[in-house]
């Protein structure tokens, strides 16, 4: 079961920074914080992960609160493409990933 | 970067018969493989787990004698919807780990199945 808690829905203005948090308060200390999007009727696509640091790639930031018991993924400059469902997901490495509901994204023009 | 592949992208077929889906990681070799079904506007439900040379482990309550898997490669994992009916219709996602990778794993472009 998903071990995860995001708000099902945000808006965000084109150009802007989406913050979209994720409550994950069960988290044990070897599971990893995922991040993925599902763009309508596509495959999910990888974002960023971490274990307790932030981290940050081409695509976006994760931001890991120190009890690591919550993060949120930061896309610094929203762009239409953006707009999809994202996934956290808190999975030991190697294990099945199970998805909650996600946060459904739309970038306003 | 690791490809998953899946095939076919759109199937509709009739009630009663049966359906294959195949999911081929094209770039690397994937011992396990994991199928995910979606229904409209709900999130990914993981199915089963695909295990390479041996049989898939399915999550509570999908029916193994209707979702057969069969993961007889290193790069080729099916399902096959045996006996469709029109409440099987629905989105099909395979996903796979790359060698070495941390990226958790590579999701295929799903398979839209309609039975009609």
């Known amino acids: 079961d998903a071990k995860t808690t995001q708000p099902p829905s945000m808006d965000c203005a084109e150009g802007r920074a989406a913050n979209l948090p994720c409550n994950h308060s069960t988290i044990s200390g070897n599971e990893y914080v995922y991040w993925y999007r599902q763009i309508h009727s596509q495959g999910p696509q990888y974002i960023i992960h971490g274990l307790k640091n932030n981290e940050t790639n081409e695509m976006a930031s994760l931001i890991i609160t120190e009890d690591r018991k919550s993060s949120t993924l930061i896309l610094p400059h929203a762009t239409l493409r953006d707009t999809a469902v994202y996934y956290c997901i808190v999975t030991n490495t190697g294990n099945q990933f199970y998805f909650g509901t996600g946060t459904s994204l739309t970038v306003i023009p | 970067g690791a490809v998953v592949s899946q095939h076919p992208s759109r199937v509709i077929c009739k009630s009663g018969t049966s359906v294959k889906i195949e999911c081929r990681s094209l770039?690397?070799?994937?011992?396990?493989m994991f199928w995910y079904r979606q229904f409209p506007k709900q999130s990914l439900m993981l199915m089963a787990t695909s295990n390479e040379g041996s049989k898939a482990t399915y999550e509570q309550g999908v029916e193994k004698d209707k979702f057969l898997i069969n993961h007889a490669s290193l790069t080729l994992s099916t399902l096959t919807v045996t006996s469709a009916h029109p409440e099987d219709s629905s989105f099909y996602i395979c996903?796979?780990?790359?060698?070495?990778?941390?990226?958790?794993?590579?999701f295929g472009s799903g398979t839209r199945l309609t039975v009609v």
């Open positions: 770039d690397f070799q994937a011992t396990t």
């Open positions: 996903s796979a780990r790359g060698p070495g990778s941390t990226h958790g794993y590579t």
